[in-house]
T-cell receptor, first 107, second 114 residues
Framework: DAKTTQPTSMDCAEGRAANLPCNHSTISGNEYVYWYRQIHSQGPQYIIHGLKNNETNEMASLIITEDRKSSTLILPHATLRDTAVYYC????????FGAGTILRVKS | DAGVTQSPTHLIKTRGQQVTLRCSPI?????VSWYQQVLGQGPQFIFQ???????GRGNFPDRFSARQFPNYSSELNVNALLLGDSALYLC?????????????FGPGTRLTVL
């Protein structure tokens, strides 16, 4: 499974868009990009996943570059409840979590 | 609908003991995966079971074992506990074993080994 690189932490103002980057330069053709988040003291929560095309759901948008070597998770209007650790995962057969990005949404 | 449930919530054991953790998946889900999360790190994959068969195993010693029952619930067993086994143990269920299926995580079992 390909390795991912994410910033250790990010801050975002409440109501603004939060853009979380992820590098996965060794991704192979059959590997999906997944995003999960973990709010303190809870189990991880699925956000979104994609293979090649950009994806959007009720929680977020996922933008994958054409060469698939990087992606960005966008939370369009961040709230205080979005403060969490966000994990970018690339894989085909299992989820391999890294350290993730700590997103702090501030009022 | 009930989410993934895990028991017990917390557990304290001493070195050398054995522990069994339990997980009930969401109704209709046939795949259960187990993860270990050490404080300050992301979850690490231990096992995946689908239709009572092991479908994947992470880089964990043989002291770790698991099984899945006909009702799709699962148990994780850890023998000869070490201090380093202290962690949050997470169970996740999904409809199939395919990774692209959304995995739903339970709240975890906090294991402390003294």
């Amino acid at each position: 499974d390909a390795k991912t690189t994410q910033p250790t932490s990010m801050d975002c103002a409440e109501g603004r868009a939060a853009n979380l980057p992820c590098n996965h330069s060794t991704i192979s053709g059959n590997e999906y990009v997944y995003w999960y988040r973990q709010i303190h003291s809870q189990g991880p929560q699925y956000i979104i996943h994609g293979l090649k095309n950009n994806e959007t759901n009720e929680m977020a948008s996922l933008i994958i570059t054409e060469d698939r070597k990087s992606s960005t998770l966008i939370l369009p209007h961040a709230t205080l409840r979005d403060t969490a650790v966000y994990y970018c995962i690339v894989g085909a057969n299992k989820l391999v979590f890294g350290a993730g990005t700590i997103l702090r949404v501030k009022s | 609908d009930a989410g993934v449930t895990q028991s017990p919530t917390h557990l304290i054991k001493t070195r050398g003991q054995q522990v069994t953790l339990r997980c009930s998946p969401i109704s209709g889900h046939k795949s259960v995966s187990w993860y270990q999360q050490v404080l300050g790190q992301g979850p690490q994959f231990i096992f995946q079971y689908y239709e009572k068969e092991e479908r994947g195993r992470g880089n964990f010693p043989d002291r770790f074992s698991a099984r899945q029952f006909p009702n799709y619930s699962s148990e994780l067993n850890v023998n000869a506990l070490l201090l380093g086994d202290s962690a949050l143990y997470l169970c996740a269920s999904s409809f199939t074993s395919a990774t692209y299926n959304e995995q739903f995580f339970g709240p975890g079992t906090r294991l402390t080994v003294l």
